[in-house]
């Protein structure tokens, strides 16, 4: 499976960005698609996910409300729609696929995309 995330740049605080994340290779019946992002100098957290069928997502508290994750099956595509950013935005963000039940946690997910870079002045 490859994954590859693509959309990232340059953006002011208070405006929107449109990641994507396109998937090739092997195809599952049930999966997880997972977004996460990289600020410099901190771990890499959680931003959200969707289920195979496109009816649940679920999202980090501190994007909630501002980040809309969406699907495309006939695609092979996911989305993450970015709101109202902010300069604690600014990450490289990776989309990663989860072959059993995802969750928050990275060790669910088993491929990982390459990652796009975000980065929101203020």
């Known amino acids: 499976v490859q994954l590859q995330a693509s959309g990232g740049g340059l953006v002011q605080a208070g405006g929107s960005l449109n990641l994507s994340c396109a998937a090739s290779?092997?195809?599952?019946?049930?999966?997880?698609m997972g977004w996460f992002r990289q600020a410099p100098g901190k771990e890499r957290e959680f931003v959200g996910n969707?289920?195979?069928?496109?009816?649940?997502?679920y999202y980090a508290d501190s994007v909630r409300g501002r980040f809309t994750i969406s699907s495309d099956n006939a695609k092979n595509t996911v989305y993450l729609r970015m709101n109202s950013l902010k300069s604690e935005d600014t990450a490289v963000y990776y989309c990663?696929?989860?072959?059993?039940?995802?969750?928050?946690?990275?060790?669910?997910?088993?491929?990982w995309g390459q990652g796009t870079q975000v980065t929101v002045s203020s």
């Open positions: 290779g092997r195809s599952f019946s049930r999966y997880v």
């Open positions: 990663a696929l989860a072959t059993r039940l995802g969750g928050i946690s990275q060790g669910w997910y088993d491929y």
């Open positions: 969707i289920n195979w069928s496109g009816d649940s997502t």
